[in-house]
């Protein structure tokens, strides 16, 4: 067999042509009045309508700070550290500063209260310009 002889198994059905005179009358099987008896387009695009009812954001557009998991105080890391001690998120976690946040270690903020007279080597932290002051006045990087 080929494609030429292929022929459907149903027979074909014409298209009933609404409204070209013929034994149809007056409102040509549409009934009366309402939106399916006017001519033109019956209903509007999907897509138009979800644009419209989306809203138009105009001006000012908040943008969210970034969240710092945990915040530490010089004064704190003056208490738990020995000098000449290299802190990072990690470390901060063994000595139970900080704890996981879904069970990753959190951005660690280091801020500058509190006095500092010990020499620190700050790895993987967002340090404030105040605690980077002190950490280098007293000798100490931050990497």
Same mark, same amino acid.
Do not use: W
């Given at each position: 067999?080929? #494609?030429?002889? %292929?022929?459907?198994?149903?027979?074909?059905?014409?298209?009933?042509? #609404?409204?070209?005179?013929?034994?149809?009358?007056?409102? @040509?099987?549409?009934?009366?009045?309402?939106?399916? @008896?006017?001519?033109?387009?019956?209903?509007?695009?999907?897509?138009?309508?979800?644009?419209?009812?989306?809203?138009?954001?105009?001006?000012?557009?908040?943008?969210?700070?970034?969240?710092?998991?945990?915040?530490?105080?010089?004064?704190?890391?003056?208490?738990?550290?020995?000098? !000449?001690?290299? #802190?990072?998120?990690?470390? %901060?976690? !063994?000595?139970?500063?900080?704890?996981?946040?879904?069970?990753?270690?959190? #951005?660690?903020?280091?801020?500058?209260?509190?006095?500092?007279?010990?020499?620190?080597?700050?790895?993987?932290?967002?340090? @404030?310009? @105040?605690?980077?002051?002190?950490?280098?006045?007293?000798?100490?990087?931050?990497?």
């Amino acid at each position: 067999m080929q #494609i030429h002889q %292929l022929k459907p198994k149903h027979k074909l059905k014409n298209k009933k042509r #609404i409204g070209r005179g013929g034994k149809r009358g007056t409102y @040509s099987g549409k009934g009366v009045k309402g939106q399916k @008896s006017r001519a033109g387009k019956k209903f509007e695009p999907i897509i138009r309508g979800l644009i419209k009812r989306y809203p138009k954001l105009k001006g000012y557009k908040f943008k969210a700070k970034p969240d710092f998991g945990a915040v530490v105080n010089l004064g704190l890391l003056e208490k738990k550290f020995n000098s !000449e001690e290299q #802190i990072n998120p990690n470390l %901060l976690i !063994e000595k139970k500063i900080i704890r996981r946040i879904r069970k990753k270690a959190p #951005i660690v903020k280091i801020l500058g209260k509190g006095k500092l007279t010990k020499k620190f080597i700050i790895e993987g932290c967002v340090v @404030s310009k @105040s605690a980077k002051e002190k950490i280098e006045k007293a000798k100490g990087a931050v990497k």
